[in-house]
């Protein structure tokens, strides 16, 4: 592995852990419909949660060939939990902060599969074909 891909998967690792803090900026902005009184109670469970799927979502497409599989599900999840939010807040009951929560480890899921999909190495000899 060059040093030049090496660092651009740190940078990607970087990146991918920017998204744990994605709560703190929601919290400074208030763009989801929820009240601050969620946003306090929630805020450490969205930060635990979205670590955990940012974890997760690097060792999925790392360590798999799953990465843009895993991505666009939780992006297409993500996004029907932000539809959930907007748009039908009223007929949840009480579920307020799991839709926040959701929101937040979702988002941090699919960034994380997304920069962290593994590359075939260019330099690698491909594989001799089998014949049986």
């Given at each position: 592995?060059?040093?030049?891909?090496?660092?651009?998967?740190?940078a990607?690792?970087?990146?991918?852990?920017?998204?744990?803090?994605?709560?703190?900026?929601?919290?400074?902005?208030?763009?989801?419909?929820?009240?601050?009184?969620?946003?306090?109670?929630?805020?450490?469970?969205?930060?635990?949660?979205?670590?955990?799927?940012?974890?997760?979502?690097?060792?999925?497409?790392?360590?798999?060939?799953?990465?843009?599989?895993?991505?666009?599900?939780?992006?297409?999840?993500?996004?029907?939990?932000?539809?959930?939010?907007?748009?039908?807040?009223d007929?949840?009951?009480?579920?307020?902060?799991?839709?926040?929560?959701?929101?937040?480890?979702?988002?941090?899921?699919?960034?994380?599969?997304?920069?962290?999909?593994?590359?075939?190495?260019?330099?690698?000899?491909?594989?001799?074909?089998?014949?049986?």
């Amino acid at each position: 592995m060059t040093t030049a891909r090496r660092i651009a998967d740190q940078a990607k690792a970087a990146v991918s852990l920017l998204a744990t803090t994605l709560p703190l900026v929601e919290r400074a902005y208030a763009v989801l419909p929820v009240s601050q009184r969620v946003r306090a109670d929630a805020l450490p469970a969205a930060m635990v949660a979205t670590v955990l799927c940012v974890i997760a979502g690097y060792a999925t497409a790392r360590h798999s060939f799953r990465g843009l599989e895993v991505g666009w599900t939780s992006l297409v999840l993500f996004f029907v939990v932000i539809v959930a939010l907007f748009g039908f807040m009223d007929l949840i009951p009480r579920g307020d902060r799991a839709l926040y929560i959701l929101c937040f480890a979702l988002f941090g899921l699919s960034a994380a599969s997304f920069l962290s999909i593994r590359h075939e190495d260019p330099d690698a000899k491909p594989a001799k074909a089998t014949s049986w």
